[in-house]
Each structure stands twice: as C-alpha cells, then as structure tokens.
C-alpha cells in the first residue's frame, strides 16, 4: 500500500549495536502536514526514551522540508504513547472509532 501512495513515506530504524531493531517510526509531508506513522518500541526497550528521541529527529527532519503541522493517531488506551506525544505537544483533535458488523 505505501508504495503505491502519493504521499512518500520514510521509515527510520534504531538499533541496538547488535543489530536488533530498538525502535521505528515513519513519517510522511505532504505541503506544510508532517505525519508520523507505526511509532514502535521493542518491548525490551520501553522506558528509555527512544521513541521520543525518534519522534524528535523525525519532527527536526519535516521541518527543514517545510513540515510544519504535526499529526498522528493513537489508540485512546495507548497511555504510554499518549504520554510521550503530550510531551511532544500533542494533544487531541477529535476521536474516532472502526464500525464493525455486529456478531
């Protein structure tokens, strides 16, 4: 699916000196609206920061392209995420939710 969108996506990884995947995200612009996607932190390496320090970098490396609007979706029971973008300046637009057909 993100090979065919309109908009390119870029994906960052941070790893562990052996190797392991510590932490990705992607973003994407398109115009002035920057858009962070799948934020992951391996769960062994929750709690140190790197998902911060990787939102940052990616915040950094939309604005010098003219990236100046943030926006991401989290699930509203996703508190540990919830935390880390409200440090970043997040806060909620709307909320939203997936209908689905009864059982």
């Given amino acids: 699916m993100l090979q065919h969108s309109p908009v390119p996506y870029r994906g960052w990884v941070l790893r562990a000196a052996d190797g392991k995947v510590l932490a990705c ?9 920057v858009g962070l996607y799948d934020v992951f932190t391996r769960p062994q390496a929750r709690g140190e920061g790197l998902a911060s320090l990787l939102c ?8 010098n392209e003219g990236g100046h609007v943030a926006y991401l979706q989290v ?7 919830r ?19 009864p059982d």
Wanted: glycine share 4%; aromatic share 14%.
């Fill in 25 to 33: 995200a992607q973003f994407a612009i398109e115009s002035d609206l």
């Fill in 56 to 63: 940052k970098r990616l915040l950094s490396l939309a604005a």
């Fill in 75 to 81: 699930e509203g029971d996703n508190h540990a995420a």
């Fill in 83 to 101: 935390r880390i973008y409200q440090r970043l300046g997040f806060a909620d637009a709307y909320s939203y939710h997936y209908r689905q057909p």
